[in-house]
């Protein structure tokens, strides 16, 4: 890799659904401005869910433009947004295979895509390090997989672990062990990966991080009302406890990562403002054409805005450092 040895460059990436091609087209939106791959300038990556595939995408040297496209393909195939009579159906499928417990949508599809994305190859044959959030449902214990801890295990399987999100997705079984979304202990996964990568943080005199939230859902619920029945309960809790999470964590790496190094930055790219009339994209689910591409449109928008920044032009070495 060509990258100075003083330096440590962190990339995190929230979780969040088919939200991950917003993040993917930030990324992208780098690139296309002379920015290289981030298997060839970032030392690790930390993810999330879907940020966790996009994590282990690019950690097994693909460019974040193949991953939008990834995103963009596979994303309906994952989560089929079916209209007409065809939706009515799917509808009544997706309830079914809720009161049995077996998550919303079916995990073959997703299993899939990760498998036409990864094959065969094992955590061991990334090229760069990342640490994947998920929970071990079998051990009640969370989780984080590494290249180091889990060589044997297939990158594959880890897409899967960190994106069966509870209600959309079933667990997913790694040897005798069952596991699920990650985000229900760290959907912003910024600390996670500093404090896995101390070791190698105290041999470098600067520390550059760049956190990549997805979009959150626009002035909360103020125009819903508070919620009537179970399911409401449940989306508001999930939502509060994944945005709550991406706050604290957001707190928490400013105050944590100027002690870190003898030079620190930390570029935290937020989620766009859609207003409520375009909120379809924020839903985790929502794949539409329309929700696909105003994701897309909105993360290379953010891209050339944050790209007039320094920090970001320093993270992606556009500019020398100071």
Not at 205 to 222: A, K, N, Q
Not at 239 to 244: L, N, P
């Amino acid at each position: 890799m060509n990258r100075l040895d003083t330096v440590f460059r962190l990339l995190s990436l929230d979780g969040g659904g088919i939200k991950a091609l917003y993040s993917a087209s930030v990324l992208a939106g780098f690139e296309r401005a002379g920015g290289p791959r981030c298997s060839d300038h970032v030392h690790w990556i930390s993810g999330t869910s879907s940020g966790g595939i996009l994590a282990l995408g690019l950690a097994s040297g693909k460019s974040a433009e193949e991953l939008v496209g990834f995103f963009d393909a596979f994303g309906p195939r994952i989560f089929p947004n079916e209209r007409g009579w065809l939706g009515a159906v799917q509808q009544a499928r997706h309830l079914l295979r809720q009161i049995a417990l077996k998550g919303r949508y079916e995990p073959r599809n997703l299993r899939h895509a990760v498998d036409e994305l990864f094959g065969e190859r094992t955590m061991a044959e990334l090229e760069i390090d990342v640490s994947i959030a998920s929970v071990n449902l079998s051990s009640g214990e969370p989780v984080v997989f590494t290249r180091q801890d889990h060589p044997a295990v297939r990158i594959a399987d880890v897409a899967m672990a960190t994106s069966a999100t509870p209600g959309y997705l079933p667990p997913h079984r790694i040897g005798s062990d069952w596991f699920a979304d990650g985000g229900l202990w760290v959907n912003s996964p910024t600390l996670c990966g500093l404090i896995l990568a101390m070791p190698i943080l105290r041999e470098r005199d600067r520390l550059e991080v760049m956190s990549i939230g997805t979009v959150e859902r626009p002035e909360g619920y103020r125009t819903a009302g508070p919620p009537q029945n179970l399911p409401q309960w449940i989306q508001r809790m999930l939502h509060a406890s994944t945005y709550g999470q991406a706050a604290l964590t957001h707190d928490a790496v400013n105050a944590v990562v100027p002690h870190l190094a003898s030079q620190t930055a930390y570029i935290r790219i937020p989620p766009p403002e859609f207003s409520w009339t375009r909120s379809g994209p924020v839903r985790m689910d929502t794949t539409t054409a329309q929700a696909r591409t105003e994701l897309r449109e909105q993360g290379m928008l953010m891209a050339q805005k944050f790209l007039e920044t320094a920090a970001v032009r320093r993270y992606l070495s556009l500019e020398e450092h100071a």
